[in-house]
């Protein structure tokens, strides 16, 4: 069976959190490579340097040097392609403004709920 996407950026300083979502990315076979970063700083350069080229990233929004929501405002920034890049909000808030904030940003493709399951994975259009 073919992956729905190539590669997926999880974004996420909870070790935990990466370890269950990555697991099932992998299991539901959702991406053929999972790379996984703790801090905003190191994808932004990661992605900056081209040395990823995701086609989804997973991105948390509450982690402690730099938010999600400051990391797509760098995002914004870089000098990359990122027509090809969906991005989803993956986060355990469910306050109603970052979901607004979230959905105000032109790159922000969702916002979803952690963990996440097979079900939601499904949901994600290619």
């Given at each position: ?6 590669t997926c950026l999880l974004i996420d ?67 990359i392609e990122k027509n090809h890049t969906k991005i989803f909000i993956l ?36």
């Amino acid at each position: 069976m073919v992956a729905h996407f190539r590669t997926c950026l999880l974004i996420d300083d909870n070790p935990l959190d990466n370890l269950i979502n990555s697991t099932i990315i992998k299991r539901d076979n959702f991406a053929s490579e999972v790379i996984i970063v703790e801090a905003p700083e190191k994808a932004l350069s990661l992605l900056s340097s081209g040395k990823v080229k995701p086609d989804i990233i997973f991105l948390d929004i509450r982690m402690p040097e730099m938010s999600g929501f400051d990391f797509l405002v760098e995002y914004g920034n870089l000098d990359i392609e990122k027509n090809h890049t969906k991005i989803f909000i993956l986060s355990s808030s469910i306050d109603p403004r970052d979901i607004r904030k979230a959905e105000d940003n032109k790159y922000v493709s969702g916002y979803l709920t952690k963990s996440l399951t097979p079900d939601t994975l499904r949901k994600i259009e290619c």
